[in-house]
Protein backbone atom coordinates (compact mmCIF):
# COMPACT_ATOMS: atom_id res chain seq x y z
CA UNK A 1 0.00 0.00 0.00
CA UNK A 2 1.40 3.10 -0.98
CA UNK A 3 0.77 6.70 -1.23
CA UNK A 4 1.74 8.47 -4.58
CA UNK A 5 1.91 11.70 -6.06
CA UNK A 6 2.30 10.94 -9.40
CA UNK A 7 4.26 8.04 -12.01
CA UNK A 8 7.82 7.42 -10.98
CA UNK A 9 10.48 9.17 -13.49
CA UNK A 10 11.53 6.85 -16.31
CA UNK A 11 15.44 6.99 -16.22
CA UNK A 12 16.64 5.73 -12.81
CA UNK A 13 19.89 7.84 -11.66
CA UNK A 14 22.75 5.67 -12.23
CA UNK A 15 24.85 4.25 -9.34
CA UNK A 16 26.89 1.63 -7.54
CA UNK A 17 25.61 -0.63 -10.55
CA UNK A 18 26.19 1.73 -13.21
CA UNK A 19 29.98 2.55 -12.31
CA UNK A 20 31.26 3.35 -16.04
CA UNK A 21 31.21 7.12 -16.59
CA UNK A 22 29.72 7.15 -20.19
CA UNK A 23 26.57 5.46 -19.27
CA UNK A 24 26.09 7.43 -15.94
CA UNK A 25 26.47 10.60 -18.55
CA UNK A 26 24.12 8.89 -21.27
CA UNK A 27 21.55 8.34 -18.53
CA UNK A 28 21.88 12.09 -17.07
CA UNK A 29 20.93 13.43 -20.34
CA UNK A 30 18.25 11.01 -20.97
CA UNK A 31 16.96 12.45 -18.15
CA UNK A 32 17.36 15.82 -18.74
CA UNK A 33 15.64 15.65 -22.19
CA UNK A 34 12.54 14.20 -20.44
CA UNK A 35 11.53 16.61 -17.29
CA UNK A 36 9.14 19.26 -17.07
CA UNK A 37 10.03 21.88 -14.51
CA UNK A 38 6.43 21.76 -12.70
CA UNK A 39 6.09 18.24 -12.14
CA UNK A 40 9.70 17.50 -11.43
CA UNK A 41 9.24 20.12 -8.65
CA UNK A 42 6.30 18.19 -7.42
CA UNK A 43 8.01 15.06 -7.45
CA UNK A 44 11.07 16.66 -5.43
CA UNK A 45 9.06 18.58 -3.16
CA UNK A 46 5.88 16.10 -1.56
CA UNK A 47 3.33 18.42 -0.66
CA UNK A 48 4.27 21.35 -2.99
CA UNK A 49 0.86 22.03 -5.00
CA UNK A 50 -1.57 24.29 -6.05
CA UNK A 51 -0.82 28.02 -6.37
CA UNK A 52 2.31 27.78 -4.50
CA UNK A 53 3.89 25.07 -6.64
CA UNK A 54 2.38 27.63 -10.03
CA UNK A 55 4.56 30.05 -8.61
CA UNK A 56 7.77 28.47 -7.84
CA UNK A 57 7.47 26.84 -11.15
CA UNK A 58 7.40 30.88 -12.64
CA UNK A 59 10.17 31.81 -10.35
CA UNK A 60 12.60 28.63 -11.29
CA UNK A 61 13.02 26.47 -14.26
CA UNK A 62 15.06 23.10 -14.44
CA UNK A 63 18.27 23.51 -16.31
CA UNK A 64 20.50 20.67 -15.96
CA UNK A 65 21.46 17.42 -13.82
CA UNK A 66 24.67 16.97 -12.69
CA UNK A 67 27.19 14.30 -11.86
CA UNK A 68 30.95 13.89 -11.16
CA UNK A 69 32.84 11.87 -13.63
CA UNK A 70 36.74 10.91 -13.33
CA UNK A 71 38.79 11.04 -16.46
CA UNK A 72 42.67 10.25 -16.58
CA UNK A 73 42.65 13.40 -18.98
CA UNK A 74 41.09 16.33 -20.92
CA UNK A 75 41.16 13.86 -24.42
CA UNK A 76 39.67 10.93 -22.22
CA UNK A 77 37.06 13.47 -20.84
CA UNK A 78 35.80 14.39 -24.33
CA UNK A 79 35.77 11.28 -25.47
CA UNK A 80 33.35 10.12 -22.94
CA UNK A 81 31.26 12.94 -23.69
CA UNK A 82 31.09 12.27 -27.38
CA UNK A 83 30.80 8.38 -26.60
CA UNK A 84 27.20 9.56 -24.61
CA UNK A 85 25.93 11.66 -26.67
CA UNK A 86 26.90 15.38 -25.72
CA UNK A 87 29.46 17.69 -27.24
CA UNK A 88 32.46 17.21 -26.50
CA UNK A 89 33.89 20.99 -27.21
CA UNK A 90 32.68 22.91 -24.87
CA UNK A 91 35.09 25.04 -22.40
CA UNK A 92 36.45 23.69 -19.47
CA UNK A 93 36.19 25.69 -16.34
CA UNK A 94 37.48 25.70 -12.74
CA UNK A 95 34.81 24.84 -10.03
CA UNK A 96 35.55 25.99 -6.86
CA UNK A 97 32.11 24.86 -5.29
CA UNK A 98 33.20 21.13 -5.85
CA UNK A 99 36.77 21.33 -5.73
CA UNK A 100 36.28 22.67 -1.84
CA UNK A 101 33.20 20.49 -1.00
CA UNK A 102 35.68 17.54 -2.27
CA UNK A 103 38.72 19.26 0.32
CA UNK A 104 36.83 19.36 3.15
CA UNK A 105 34.95 15.36 2.43
CA UNK A 106 38.23 13.92 1.64
CA UNK A 107 40.73 16.15 4.17
CA UNK A 108 42.74 17.23 0.75
CA UNK A 109 44.48 20.12 -0.39
CA UNK A 110 42.25 21.91 -2.78
CA UNK A 111 45.35 22.29 -4.66
CA UNK A 112 45.32 18.63 -5.05
CA UNK A 113 42.16 18.88 -7.04
CA UNK A 114 41.78 19.63 -10.39
CA UNK A 115 38.29 19.95 -11.02
CA UNK A 116 36.69 21.02 -14.29
CA UNK A 117 32.94 22.27 -15.64
CA UNK A 118 31.62 21.41 -18.39
CA UNK A 119 27.85 22.10 -19.17
CA UNK A 120 27.17 20.14 -22.28
CA UNK A 121 23.96 21.73 -24.02
CA UNK A 122 20.50 19.31 -24.59
CA UNK A 123 17.11 20.54 -25.15
CA UNK A 124 13.56 19.61 -23.15
CA UNK A 125 10.35 18.10 -23.99
CA UNK A 126 9.48 21.72 -25.53
CA UNK A 127 12.65 22.28 -27.05
CA UNK A 128 13.72 24.52 -24.03
CA UNK A 129 17.62 24.63 -23.69
CA UNK A 130 18.89 22.81 -21.02
CA UNK A 131 22.42 21.34 -20.03
CA UNK A 132 23.78 18.43 -18.15
CA UNK A 133 25.92 20.00 -16.42
CA UNK A 134 29.12 17.44 -15.61
CA UNK A 135 32.07 18.08 -13.05
CA UNK A 136 35.48 16.28 -14.29
CA UNK A 137 37.86 15.60 -11.62
CA UNK A 138 41.18 14.11 -13.28
CA UNK A 139 42.69 11.02 -12.16
CA UNK A 140 45.42 9.63 -13.87
CA UNK A 141 46.65 6.29 -13.83
CA UNK A 142 47.87 5.18 -10.92
CA UNK A 143 46.73 8.14 -8.72
CA UNK A 144 46.12 8.22 -5.17
CA UNK A 145 42.84 9.94 -6.11
CA UNK A 146 41.49 6.40 -7.51
CA UNK A 147 40.07 5.68 -3.92
CA UNK A 148 38.10 8.94 -4.07
CA UNK A 149 36.22 8.12 -7.08
CA UNK A 150 35.24 4.89 -6.41
CA UNK A 151 33.65 6.51 -3.01
CA UNK A 152 31.94 9.20 -5.35
CA UNK A 153 30.52 6.76 -7.65
CA UNK A 154 29.36 4.54 -5.36
CA UNK A 155 27.86 7.47 -2.96
CA UNK A 156 26.99 10.10 -6.06
CA UNK A 157 27.43 12.88 -3.09
CA UNK A 158 27.69 15.83 -6.21
CA UNK A 159 24.78 14.54 -8.28
CA UNK A 160 22.16 17.00 -8.48
CA UNK A 161 19.06 18.24 -9.93
CA UNK A 162 19.47 22.33 -10.78
CA UNK A 163 16.58 24.90 -10.93
CA UNK A 164 17.72 28.55 -12.36
CA UNK A 165 16.34 31.05 -11.07
CA UNK A 166 14.64 33.75 -13.33
CA UNK A 167 15.21 37.20 -11.06
CA UNK A 168 17.65 36.82 -8.83
CA UNK A 169 16.99 39.57 -6.96
CA UNK A 170 17.80 39.26 -2.60
CA UNK A 171 14.12 38.75 -2.07
CA UNK A 172 13.17 35.66 -4.80
CA UNK A 173 16.06 34.15 -3.35
CA UNK A 174 15.38 34.09 0.07
CA UNK A 175 10.98 33.69 -1.05
CA UNK A 176 12.64 30.27 -2.85
CA UNK A 177 15.00 29.49 0.21
CA UNK A 178 12.36 29.48 2.07
CA UNK A 179 9.70 27.22 0.51
CA UNK A 180 12.39 24.79 -0.32
CA UNK A 181 12.83 24.42 3.71
CA UNK A 182 8.92 24.49 4.56
CA UNK A 183 8.32 21.37 2.31
CA UNK A 184 11.15 19.60 3.93
CA UNK A 185 14.66 20.28 1.87
CA UNK A 186 17.67 21.19 4.55
CA UNK A 187 21.09 23.10 3.48
CA UNK A 188 23.38 21.38 1.77
CA UNK A 189 26.28 24.35 1.39
CA UNK A 190 26.66 26.27 -1.31
CA UNK A 191 29.25 29.10 -2.89
CA UNK A 192 29.45 31.95 -4.90
CA UNK A 193 31.58 30.89 -8.25
CA UNK A 194 33.99 34.16 -9.20
CA UNK A 195 34.86 32.56 -12.97
CA UNK A 196 31.45 32.47 -13.80
CA UNK A 197 29.44 35.23 -11.24
CA UNK A 198 27.00 33.25 -10.22
CA UNK A 199 25.78 31.63 -6.71
CA UNK A 200 24.54 27.98 -5.88
CA UNK A 201 22.42 27.31 -2.86
CA UNK A 202 22.29 23.33 -2.43
CA UNK A 203 19.99 21.11 -0.50
CA UNK A 204 19.05 17.82 0.60
CA UNK A 205 15.79 16.79 -0.77
CA UNK A 206 13.39 15.65 1.99
CA UNK A 207 13.53 11.81 3.20
CA UNK A 208 9.51 11.33 0.85
CA UNK A 209 10.92 12.96 -2.25
CA UNK A 210 9.86 11.13 -5.53
CA UNK A 211 13.23 11.96 -7.47
CA UNK A 212 16.26 9.43 -7.81
CA UNK A 213 18.20 12.55 -7.06
CA UNK A 214 18.97 13.71 -3.20
CA UNK A 215 20.51 16.87 -3.87
CA UNK A 216 19.16 20.35 -5.50
CA UNK A 217 20.38 23.27 -6.18
CA UNK A 218 19.01 26.64 -7.16
CA UNK A 219 21.29 28.51 -9.30
CA UNK A 220 21.38 32.75 -9.17
CA UNK A 221 23.58 34.60 -11.53
CA UNK A 222 25.48 37.33 -9.86
CA UNK A 223 27.19 37.52 -6.53
CA UNK A 224 24.40 36.65 -3.47
CA UNK A 225 27.16 35.99 -1.05
CA UNK A 226 24.88 38.21 1.61
CA UNK A 227 21.59 35.31 1.12
CA UNK A 228 24.56 32.59 0.81
CA UNK A 229 25.48 33.50 4.31
CA UNK A 230 22.11 32.77 5.85
CA UNK A 231 21.47 29.56 3.83
CA UNK A 232 25.28 28.09 4.50
CA UNK A 233 24.61 28.71 8.26
CA UNK A 234 22.06 25.94 7.99
CA UNK A 235 24.80 23.75 6.22
CA UNK A 236 27.27 21.29 7.86
CA UNK A 237 30.07 22.78 5.72
CA UNK A 238 29.84 26.14 8.16
CA UNK A 239 32.84 26.86 10.94
CA UNK A 240 32.30 24.90 14.17
CA UNK A 241 32.20 28.03 16.35
CA UNK A 242 29.60 29.83 13.55
CA UNK A 243 28.04 26.79 13.65
CA UNK A 244 27.52 26.25 17.26
CA UNK A 245 26.85 30.18 17.65
CA UNK A 246 23.85 30.29 15.44
CA UNK A 247 22.38 26.96 17.39
CA UNK A 248 23.10 28.77 21.02
CA UNK A 249 20.87 31.80 19.09
CA UNK A 250 18.22 30.22 18.13
CA UNK A 251 16.03 30.49 21.51
CA UNK A 252 16.30 34.30 20.46
CA UNK A 253 14.37 33.48 16.57
CA UNK A 254 11.44 31.53 18.69
CA UNK A 255 11.11 34.64 20.72
CA UNK A 256 11.59 37.18 17.98
CA UNK A 257 9.05 34.97 15.97
CA UNK A 258 5.81 34.57 19.53
CA UNK A 259 7.02 38.54 19.80
CA UNK A 260 5.86 39.27 16.30
CA UNK A 261 2.25 37.30 16.45
CA UNK A 262 1.98 38.71 20.20
CA UNK A 263 2.30 42.19 18.80
CA UNK A 264 -0.08 41.13 16.06
CA UNK A 265 2.72 42.61 13.91
CA UNK A 266 1.62 40.76 10.70
CA UNK A 267 -1.79 41.71 10.80
CA UNK A 268 -0.53 45.52 10.56
CA UNK A 269 2.01 44.35 7.23
CA UNK A 270 1.49 43.78 3.58
CA UNK A 271 2.97 41.60 1.47
CA UNK A 272 2.94 44.21 -1.58
CA UNK A 273 3.47 47.54 0.43
CA UNK A 274 5.58 48.04 2.68
CA UNK A 275 6.06 50.02 5.62
CA UNK A 276 8.58 51.85 7.99
CA UNK A 277 9.32 51.22 11.58
CA UNK A 278 7.62 54.20 12.75
CA UNK A 279 4.09 53.41 11.09
CA UNK A 280 3.88 50.19 11.75
CA UNK A 281 4.98 50.82 15.62
CA UNK A 282 2.11 53.41 15.76
CA UNK A 283 -0.28 50.50 14.39
CA UNK A 284 0.71 47.62 16.87
CA UNK A 285 1.38 50.24 20.03
CA UNK A 286 5.02 50.16 20.00
CA UNK A 287 8.77 52.01 20.70
CA UNK A 288 9.79 52.66 17.15
CA UNK A 289 13.71 51.79 17.80
CA UNK A 290 12.80 48.70 19.02
CA UNK A 291 10.51 47.81 16.58
CA UNK A 292 12.88 48.39 13.53
CA UNK A 293 15.96 46.06 15.97
CA UNK A 294 12.53 43.44 15.56
CA UNK A 295 12.20 43.83 12.04
CA UNK A 296 15.78 43.57 11.03
CA UNK A 297 16.01 40.38 12.43
CA UNK A 298 12.78 39.03 11.42
CA UNK A 299 14.05 40.12 7.68
CA UNK A 300 17.55 37.94 8.52
CA UNK A 301 15.24 34.44 9.14
CA UNK A 302 13.03 35.68 6.04
CA UNK A 303 9.57 36.09 8.17
CA UNK A 304 9.84 40.07 6.84
CA UNK A 305 11.98 41.18 4.06
CA UNK A 306 13.40 45.09 3.47
CA UNK A 307 12.02 46.59 0.24
CA UNK A 308 15.06 46.56 -2.19
CA UNK A 309 16.10 49.81 -2.65
CA UNK A 310 14.02 51.10 0.54
CA UNK A 311 16.04 50.34 3.26
CA UNK A 312 14.13 50.61 6.68
CA UNK A 313 10.85 49.68 4.72
CA UNK A 314 9.63 45.89 5.18
CA UNK A 315 6.96 43.66 3.71
CA UNK A 316 5.67 40.29 4.95
CA UNK A 317 6.79 37.14 3.08
CA UNK A 318 4.81 33.98 2.66
CA UNK A 319 6.19 32.55 5.77
CA UNK A 320 4.96 35.42 7.98
CA UNK A 321 1.96 35.60 6.57
CA UNK A 322 0.98 32.07 8.84
CA UNK A 323 1.78 34.38 12.01
CA UNK A 324 -1.32 36.10 10.90
CA UNK A 325 -4.41 34.82 12.80
CA UNK A 326 -6.75 34.42 9.73
CA UNK A 327 -4.28 33.10 7.38
CA UNK A 328 -5.31 29.14 6.42
CA UNK A 329 -2.63 27.21 7.95
CA UNK A 330 -2.20 29.78 10.83
CA UNK A 331 1.31 29.30 13.07
CA UNK A 332 -0.01 31.82 15.22
CA UNK A 333 -0.99 29.68 17.91
CA UNK A 334 2.10 27.59 17.63
CA UNK A 335 4.40 30.53 18.20
CA UNK A 336 2.61 31.40 20.96
CA UNK A 337 3.31 28.04 22.71
CA UNK A 338 6.75 27.45 21.40
CA UNK A 339 7.53 31.15 23.12
CA UNK A 340 5.25 30.51 25.67
CA UNK A 341 4.68 27.77 28.03
CA UNK A 342 7.07 25.02 25.77
CA UNK A 343 9.75 27.60 25.87
CA UNK A 344 9.45 27.93 29.86
CA UNK A 345 9.38 24.34 30.14
CA UNK A 346 12.37 23.71 28.35
CA UNK A 347 14.94 25.69 30.57
CA UNK A 348 14.21 22.54 32.90
CA UNK A 349 15.35 20.14 30.10
CA UNK A 350 18.58 19.58 32.16
CA UNK A 351 16.46 18.65 35.03
CA UNK A 352 14.66 15.86 32.45
CA UNK A 353 17.39 14.53 31.50
CA UNK A 354 18.67 13.80 35.05
CA UNK A 355 15.80 12.49 36.86
CA UNK A 356 13.31 11.72 34.01
CA UNK A 357 10.47 14.16 35.31
CA UNK A 358 9.17 16.20 32.33
CA UNK A 359 10.33 19.70 32.77
CA UNK A 360 6.38 21.14 32.25
CA UNK A 361 5.75 18.77 35.68
CA UNK A 362 8.56 20.37 37.19
CA UNK A 363 7.88 24.08 36.36
CA UNK A 364 4.20 23.94 36.79
CA UNK A 365 3.79 20.82 39.28
CA UNK A 366 1.17 19.30 37.19
CA UNK A 367 1.65 17.40 33.90
CA UNK A 368 0.41 18.93 30.60
CA UNK A 369 -3.22 17.94 30.20
CA UNK A 370 -3.97 18.89 33.54
CA UNK A 371 -2.49 22.49 33.48
CA UNK A 372 -4.09 22.88 30.54
CA UNK A 373 -7.82 21.33 31.74
CA UNK A 374 -7.28 24.22 33.99
CA UNK A 375 -6.19 26.96 32.02
CA UNK A 376 -9.10 26.87 29.23
CA UNK A 377 -7.79 29.61 27.30
CA UNK A 378 -4.37 28.09 27.28
CA UNK A 379 -6.01 24.71 26.15
CA UNK A 380 -7.96 26.79 23.25
CA UNK A 381 -4.28 28.29 22.21
CA UNK A 382 -3.31 24.36 21.96
CA UNK A 383 -5.77 23.25 20.72
CA UNK A 384 -5.73 25.52 17.68
CA UNK A 385 -1.83 25.22 17.49
CA UNK A 386 -2.48 21.68 16.40
CA UNK A 387 -4.30 22.87 13.51
CA UNK A 388 -1.03 24.51 12.24
CA UNK A 389 0.08 20.97 11.00
CA UNK A 390 -3.23 20.17 9.30
CA UNK A 391 -1.48 20.05 6.36
CA UNK A 392 -0.05 16.97 6.98
CA UNK A 393 -3.80 15.30 6.64
CA UNK A 394 -3.96 16.24 3.42
CA UNK A 395 -3.37 12.80 1.67
CA UNK A 396 -5.83 10.67 4.42
CA UNK A 397 -9.05 10.82 2.29
CA UNK A 398 -7.03 8.88 -0.64
CA UNK A 399 -5.80 5.85 1.58
CA UNK A 400 -6.98 2.88 0.54
CA UNK A 401 -8.37 1.87 4.36
CA UNK A 402 -10.32 5.03 3.90
CA UNK A 403 -11.70 4.70 0.23
CA UNK A 404 -12.51 0.75 0.90
CA UNK A 405 -14.35 2.18 3.68
CA UNK A 406 -16.02 4.76 1.72
CA UNK A 407 -16.72 2.24 -1.33
CA UNK A 408 -18.31 0.02 1.05
CA UNK A 409 -21.94 -0.60 0.52
CA UNK A 410 -24.42 0.66 3.65
CA UNK A 411 -22.55 3.18 4.48
CA UNK A 412 -19.41 2.58 6.96
CA UNK A 413 -17.79 4.41 10.64
CA UNK A 414 -14.88 6.31 11.60
CA UNK A 415 -14.38 6.87 15.34
CA UNK A 416 -11.26 8.36 16.18
CA UNK A 417 -8.81 11.69 14.75
CA UNK A 418 -9.12 15.41 15.16
CA UNK A 419 -12.01 17.49 14.57
CA UNK A 420 -9.80 18.53 11.80
CA UNK A 421 -8.87 15.31 10.20
CA UNK A 422 -12.15 13.24 10.48
CA UNK A 423 -13.75 16.75 8.57
CA UNK A 424 -12.05 16.33 5.82
CA UNK A 425 -12.58 11.75 5.90
CA UNK A 426 -16.08 12.75 6.09
CA UNK A 427 -15.90 15.80 3.30
CA UNK A 428 -13.76 13.60 1.18
CA UNK A 429 -16.64 10.68 1.20
CA UNK A 430 -20.03 11.53 1.50
CA UNK A 431 -21.50 7.67 2.83
CA UNK A 432 -19.13 7.91 5.47
CA UNK A 433 -19.77 8.60 9.27
CA UNK A 434 -17.73 9.57 11.80
CA UNK A 435 -17.14 9.23 16.19
CA UNK A 436 -15.11 11.89 17.23
CA UNK A 437 -14.11 11.43 20.82
CA UNK A 438 -12.24 14.23 22.86
CA UNK A 439 -11.48 16.07 25.93
CA UNK A 440 -13.98 18.18 27.69
CA UNK A 441 -12.20 21.09 27.23
CA UNK A 442 -11.84 21.32 23.64
CA UNK A 443 -14.67 19.05 22.59
CA UNK A 444 -16.55 22.27 21.16
CA UNK A 445 -13.72 23.42 19.12
CA UNK A 446 -13.14 19.94 17.69
CA UNK A 447 -17.40 20.22 17.17
CA UNK A 448 -16.66 23.71 15.20
CA UNK A 449 -13.70 22.43 12.84
CA UNK A 450 -16.24 20.10 11.44
CA UNK A 451 -18.14 22.44 9.72
CA UNK A 452 -20.95 21.07 7.42
CA UNK A 453 -20.26 17.33 8.15
CA UNK A 454 -21.20 17.86 11.76
CA UNK A 455 -24.62 16.27 10.84
CA UNK A 456 -22.83 12.97 10.06
CA UNK A 457 -20.67 13.00 12.89
CA UNK A 458 -21.57 11.45 16.97
CA UNK A 459 -19.39 14.47 19.03
CA UNK A 460 -18.49 12.45 22.37
CA UNK A 461 -16.57 13.62 25.29
CA UNK A 462 -13.97 10.88 27.16
CA UNK A 463 -11.23 9.45 27.00
CA UNK A 464 -9.13 6.56 26.02
CA UNK A 465 -11.60 4.04 28.00
CA UNK A 466 -14.04 5.14 26.20
CA UNK A 467 -13.45 4.24 22.81
CA UNK A 468 -16.66 3.71 20.77
CA UNK A 469 -17.24 -0.35 19.65
CA UNK A 470 -18.12 -0.80 16.19
CA UNK A 471 -16.49 1.63 14.07
CA UNK A 472 -15.17 0.24 10.49
CA UNK A 473 -11.97 2.44 10.72
CA UNK A 474 -10.27 3.60 13.80
CA UNK A 475 -7.64 6.73 13.53
CA UNK A 476 -5.44 8.03 15.93
CA UNK A 477 -3.87 11.44 15.07
CA UNK A 478 -0.51 12.15 16.92
CA UNK A 479 -1.99 10.84 20.35
CA UNK A 480 0.78 8.24 20.91
CA UNK A 481 3.12 10.49 21.21
CA UNK A 482 2.65 11.96 24.09
CA UNK A 483 2.43 8.84 26.11
CA UNK A 484 5.18 6.44 27.77
CA UNK A 485 5.09 2.87 26.44
CA UNK A 486 2.92 1.56 29.51
CA UNK A 487 0.17 3.80 28.97
CA UNK A 488 0.70 3.39 24.77
CA UNK A 489 -0.30 -0.33 25.04
CA UNK A 490 -3.37 1.08 27.47
CA UNK A 491 -4.57 2.89 24.91
CA UNK A 492 -3.97 0.35 22.04
CA UNK A 493 -5.82 -2.35 23.93
CA UNK A 494 -8.79 -0.12 24.24
CA UNK A 495 -8.83 0.57 19.88
CA UNK A 496 -8.05 -3.67 20.01
CA UNK A 497 -11.53 -4.44 22.19
CA UNK A 498 -13.55 -2.02 20.43
CA UNK A 499 -12.43 -3.01 16.96
CA UNK A 500 -15.19 -5.35 15.75
CA UNK A 501 -13.28 -8.01 12.80
CA UNK A 502 -12.16 -6.75 10.35
CA UNK A 503 -11.91 -2.71 11.52
CA UNK A 504 -8.37 -1.20 10.89
CA UNK A 505 -6.67 1.29 12.56
CA UNK A 506 -4.57 4.81 11.10
CA UNK A 507 -2.57 5.75 13.23
CA UNK A 508 -0.94 9.28 12.36
CA UNK A 509 2.97 9.91 13.93
CA UNK A 510 6.01 11.26 13.03
CA UNK A 511 8.95 8.18 12.63
CA UNK A 512 12.15 8.83 14.41
CA UNK A 513 15.12 7.54 11.78
CA UNK A 514 17.15 4.38 12.58
CA UNK A 515 20.42 6.48 11.67
CA UNK A 516 21.18 9.82 12.74
CA UNK A 517 19.31 11.47 9.67
CA UNK A 518 18.17 14.97 10.37
CA UNK A 519 14.58 15.11 11.05
CA UNK A 520 11.73 16.71 12.85
CA UNK A 521 10.85 13.00 14.49
CA UNK A 522 13.99 13.78 16.72
CA UNK A 523 13.34 17.46 17.30
CA UNK A 524 10.04 16.56 18.00
CA UNK A 525 11.04 13.33 20.73
CA UNK A 526 13.12 15.89 22.98
CA UNK A 527 10.01 17.98 23.05
CA UNK A 528 7.84 15.11 24.17
CA UNK A 529 10.26 14.23 26.54
CA UNK A 530 10.57 17.26 28.00
CA UNK A 531 6.93 18.78 28.17
CA UNK A 532 4.48 15.41 28.29
CA UNK A 533 6.90 12.37 29.21
CA UNK A 534 5.95 10.62 25.79
CA UNK A 535 8.66 10.20 23.28
CA UNK A 536 8.74 9.27 19.10
CA UNK A 537 9.40 6.08 17.98
CA UNK A 538 10.91 4.20 15.31
CA UNK A 539 8.04 2.08 12.78
CA UNK A 540 9.67 -1.31 14.36
CA UNK A 541 8.83 -0.26 17.78
CA UNK A 542 5.14 1.55 16.93
CA UNK A 543 5.19 -2.28 15.51
CA UNK A 544 6.19 -4.13 19.14
CA UNK A 545 3.24 -1.72 20.92
CA UNK A 546 1.05 -2.91 18.21
CA UNK A 547 1.38 -6.83 18.77
CA UNK A 548 1.33 -6.54 22.69
CA UNK A 549 -1.95 -4.99 22.21
CA UNK A 550 -2.98 -8.07 19.77
CA UNK A 551 -2.40 -5.88 16.59
CA UNK A 552 -0.32 -5.95 13.50
CA UNK A 553 1.44 -3.28 11.54
CA UNK A 554 0.59 -3.89 7.80
CA UNK A 555 3.05 -0.85 6.48
CA UNK A 556 3.41 2.81 7.02
CA UNK A 557 3.36 5.27 4.17
CA UNK A 558 4.76 9.22 4.06
CA UNK A 559 2.47 12.53 4.64
CA UNK A 560 3.49 16.17 4.27
CA UNK A 561 5.37 17.20 7.26
CA UNK A 562 7.68 14.06 7.88
CA UNK A 563 4.71 12.17 9.40
CA UNK A 564 3.40 8.86 8.48
CA UNK A 565 0.28 6.80 8.58
CA UNK A 566 0.57 3.32 10.11
CA UNK A 567 -1.92 0.91 8.67
CA UNK A 568 -2.55 -1.85 11.68
CA UNK A 569 -5.52 -4.33 11.94
CA UNK A 570 -6.72 -6.49 14.78
CA UNK A 571 -4.60 -10.74 14.15
Known amino acids: MTITSGPAPAVVLPGPSVPDDTARLSAAAAFVREQETADLLARVLPGLEGPELR ?30 GLAPDGEARPSVVVRDRLSVRYGLGAGELDVRILRPPVHGPGGEGRAVEVFALTVPEGSGLAAVAAEERTADHEAHLAFDVERPDPLVLRGLRAGFLWHGATPDGGGYNPHEDGTVFYFAAPGETKSPY ?96 ARGRFRLTGAGLLLREDTEGSMRSLALMYGGPFYDSFARLAHTVRTGEPGFEDLYGENHFDHFARHPELAARFDRSMAASARMFAPLPGHPVVTA ?167
Open 214 to 309: RRVELYARGDHRDVLAEHFAGSPEAHPAESLLRLLTGAWTTQALAACAELRLPEAMSPTVAAGAGELARAVGARPENLATLLRYLAMVGVVAEEPG
Open 55 to 84: ATAGRCRFAHAALLVFPADEPSLRAELAAA
Open 405 to 571: AAAAPGGRTVAGGTGELLGRLLAAHPSLRGVLLERPQVVEAARARLGAVAERCDVRTGDFADVPPGGDVYVLSRVLHDWDDERCRTILRHCADAMQPGAELLIVERLLPVDSAPSLATAWDLHMMCNTGGRERTAAEYALLLADAGLDLVGHDPLPLEAHVLHARRR
